[in-house]
């Protein structure tokens, strides 16, 4: 009312505009020393972001970040009327895998030897010393032989070296004969040291004493060749 008892009204409307939830979407993952963009909604007047850590802003609705370890960041988002929402988002590092052709190797003479990273290529993309691209190579021939793997995150490589063995020379001689109240030493003639030996009879001596006729085999093991 005022003095002459009048009186006078108005009326405010007020509405509320809290800020709409938000998803900056799944965690991302990146190599070492790369970057990822991370983009928060458009439409609202103030954009945080934290930890500063690595990021090229802090502010903005856009933002590169490169950190060198697994690091969760947080966008906190202000529309017209200051109401605020947060979401965060993960980035982690994807570690180099290791790769390895395994020990030097060796075949006996005419076989071969099958060579096979440990590490199986991201998209199948390998490269051999001998300019095969598959996963594997059979060896035939001595020498050293190298394999490039593209991992998801780097170029991977590795040597090994492969020779050969021989095989063990097994001479027993001519077919021979001898008297039936005696015995007969068979051993191989000409025997390179560090072979194992294992005869028809089961025997694993250098040397097998027989007493009576009958075909007699003797079978020379020398680091796996025979």
Do not use: H
């Amino acid at each position: 009312y005022d003095a002459c008892g009048n009186t006078a009204a108005d009326s405010v409307t007020v509405t509320a505009n809290p800020a709409k939830p938000f998803d900056l979407g799944a965690d991302l993952s990146t190599c070492p020393g790369d970057s990822v963009v991370l983009t928060g909604p458009a439409g609202y007047v103030a954009y945080t972001w934290s930890p500063a850590i690595a990021a090229s802003a802090t502010t903005g609705q856009t933002i590169k970040v490169a950190p060198q370890t697994d690091t969760r960041y947080s966008l906190s988002v202000t529309n017209t009327t200051g109401c605020t929402t947060t979401d965060d988002i993960g980035v982690q590092i994807t570690k180099n895998p290791t790769m390895t052709l395994g020990p030097d190797t060796a075949f006996c003479v005419g076989a071969t030897v099958t060579l096979r990273p440990s590490l199986q290529a991201s998209g199948g993309q390998y490269l051999w010393s001998t300019g095969a691209t598959g996963a594997a190579i059979d060896v035939r021939t001595t020498g050293k032989y190298w394999v490039q793997v593209k991992s998801s995150c780097a170029l991977l490589s590795d040597t090994v070296m492969v020779t050969s063995k021989e095989f063990p020379v097994v001479d027993l001689g001519r077919d021979t004969g001898f008297c039936g109240n005696a015995n007969l030493v068979l051993q191989p003639r000409n025997a390179a040291p560090g072979v194992e030996w294992n005869w028809s009879n089961g025997s694993t001596a250098t040397s097998l004493t027989i007493s009576k006729g009958g075909s007699y085999w003797l079978e020379g093991n020398l680091n796996g060749c025979r």
